[in-house]
């Protein structure tokens, strides 16, 4: 089975700061990777998927890199509205896992 | 405009057999590429995915708990099923469901559905 890493798993971060998640798969995916944001009592929501590609309707100022085994979400100016748990997630053969989430509080 | 709706049991006893529908509307289970899974989440912890089913009927389980999951589709009635043996108060979880395609991401999701385990 594959596993899935995050770092950090929570940071505090202030409006219009940039912020930056990684995730670590326990082996090679490519690029199957697919980040989440989840808010309280709240089903999560699509932000980036295959890596790097933006989910129709998601603000440009997330974006996200990497492939293989390492990879990062980053929100470049942090709003409001971004306060929320983020879960990375790998595709690979066709299985699927969630890493343990990132929380990003108000500092 | 694509929605999911999960139904089933709110609580359900230990060692009881859990039955979950997702009843979706806005695509086709029979278009090339596109699923359904079942993802969890129990109370203030990290999501699961449990399982999730093709177009084409293939189905794919999460390793840990494929003894336990059957899941199906009725095309026709624009559902999936999810069916979990052996329930245990550490099943106590919200259930979801939601829309792939490919293994692109999980794009539209159910409300969620909390079950509970417990005698």
């Known amino acids: 089975d594959i596993q899935m890493t995050q770092s950090p798993s929570s940071v505090s971060a202030s409006v219009g700061d940039r912020v930056t998640i990684t995730c670590r798969a326990s082996q090679g995916i490519s690029s199957w990777l697919a980040w989440y944001q989840q808010k309280p009592g709240k089903a999560p929501k699509l932000l980036i998927y295959a890596a790097s590609s933006l989910q129709s309707g998601v603000p440009s100022r997330f974006s996200g890199s990497g492939s293989g085994t390492d990879f990062t979400l980053t929100i470049s100016s942090l709003q409001p509205e971004d306060f929320a748990t983020y879960y990375c997630q790998q595709a690979n053969s066709f299985l699927f896992t969630f890493g343990p989430g990132t929380k990003v509080d108000i500092k | 405009q694509i929605t999911l709706k999960e139904s089933g049991p709110t609580l359900v006893k230990p060692t009881q057999t859990l039955t979950l529908t997702c009843t979706f509307s806005?695509?086709?289970?029979?278009?090339?590429?596109?699923?359904v899974g079942w993802i969890r989440q129990p109370p203030g912890k990290a999501l699961e995915w449990l399982a999730l089913?093709?177009?084409?009927?293939?189905?794919r389980y999460s390793p840990s708990l494929k003894s336990r999951l059957t899941i199906t589709k009725d095309t026709s009635k624009n559902q999936v099923v999810l069916t979990m043996t052996n329930m245990d108060p550490v099943d106590t979880a919200t259930y979801y469901c939601?829309?792939?395609?490919?293994?692109?991401?999980?794009?539209?999701w159910g409300q969620g559905t909390l079950v509970t385990v417990s005698s």
């Open positions: 939601a829309h792939i395609t490919a293994r692109v991401g999980f794009d539209y």
């Open positions: 806005g695509f086709s289970l029979s278009t090339s590429g596109v699923g």
């Open positions: 089913i093709y177009w084409d009927d293939d189905k």
